[in-house]
């Protein structure tokens, strides 16, 4: 973020041009051993306004991604670009995984759409809750599932 004093042109009307943001988010994970339920929720901010997102936990690492793990409610952001959902998943005997576990916001609204944000879960404490920072996917690793 950058506050470099804008030249007041009056030539050149400024109309309200959106904010260039890049997307991010983090997704925050709690496990309750008594039910053995795992919610997860998304926090996004960034996304094109009214765009559609799979996501899901995936098996592996953002830099090698596995399989669909678990899938979110798609991520669908409002007029601002932010966006929230939640994955419940149940009959998870284990907790959160110490690793192995990635948490993918894909570009659109299906798996196949591609990559667009990423973050490794790690757990290595074994808590039952953890927050895992979501970044951007370079197109290099684009896999599309
Ligand atoms: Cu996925």
């Known amino acids: 973020m950058s506050f470099t004093a804008l030249a007041h042109d009056q030539n050149r009307h400024v109309t309200s041009s959106p904010t260039v943001t890049s997307p991010s988010g983090t997704a925050d994970l709690r496990w309750d051993p ?3 339920v795992i919610t997860a929720t998304l926090h996004l901010r960034g996304l094109q306004p009214r765009s559609n997102h799979a996501a ?9 991604m596995g399989k669909i793990l678990y899938p979110f ?35 659109g609204s299906t798996a196949q759409t591609g990559d667009l944000l990423c973050g490794d879960v790690v757990n ?13 996917v370079p197109a290099m ?3 599309g599932a």
């Not at 899901?56 to 090698?64: E, P, R, W």
């Open 34 to 36: 008594r039910n053995r």
């Open 73 to 107: 409610k798609n991520a669908v952001a409002d007029a601002a670009g932010n966006a929230t959902s939640v994955a419940t998943v149940k009959n998870v005997t284990g907790g959160i995984s110490a690793k192995g576990w990635n948490v993918v916001v894909h570009r």
């Open 124 to 136: 290595s404490k074994r808590t039952t809750s953890v927050s895992v920072p979501l970044r951007a």
């Open 141 to 143: 690793h684009q896999k």
């Open 56 to 64: 899901h936990i995936h098996t592996g690492s953002c830099a090698s």
